[in-house]
Nanobody, 117 residues
């Protein structure tokens, strides 16, 4: 069973930086997609894709984070990180680690990121 554990969330002032890390365990050998999603609180707020590395190695970012966030992975350690810079209050959300194995997606429990103005 695949398990994901996030770390690195917290409270930061606008303009600051945070780095999120995700450790994946229990996965089968091979390259799968990895990424980060987030969901803000409030009615109508849906989980949105923040950054993704596909199984082919293509990197994609959500429009609102392009140029500020960077995703990376270490396949040997089975980890992937999200470096977030120039954080804005609208980045406040619960951030979820994602692992896209062929047999189905897995999610971490989430880590809160709060950006104060």
């Amino acid at each position: 069973q695949v398990q994901l554990v996030e770390s690195g969330g917290g409270l930061v002032q606008a303009g600051g930086s945070l780095r999120l890390s995700c450790v994946v365990s229990g996965s089968r050998p091979g390259v799968s997609a990895v990424g980060w999603f987030r969901q803000a609180q409030g009615p109508g707020k849906r989980r949105e894709e923040v950054a993704l590395i596909t199984s082919a190695g293509t990197i994609k970012y959500g429009d609102s984070v392009k140029g500020r966030f960077t995703i990376s992975r270490d396949t040997a350690k089975n980890t992937h990180d999200l470096q977030m810079t120039d954080l804005k209050p609208e980045d406040t959300a619960v951030y979820y680690c994602y692992f896209g194995a062929p047999e189905g997606p897995s999610w971490g429990p989430g880590t809160q990121v709060t950006v104060s103005s």
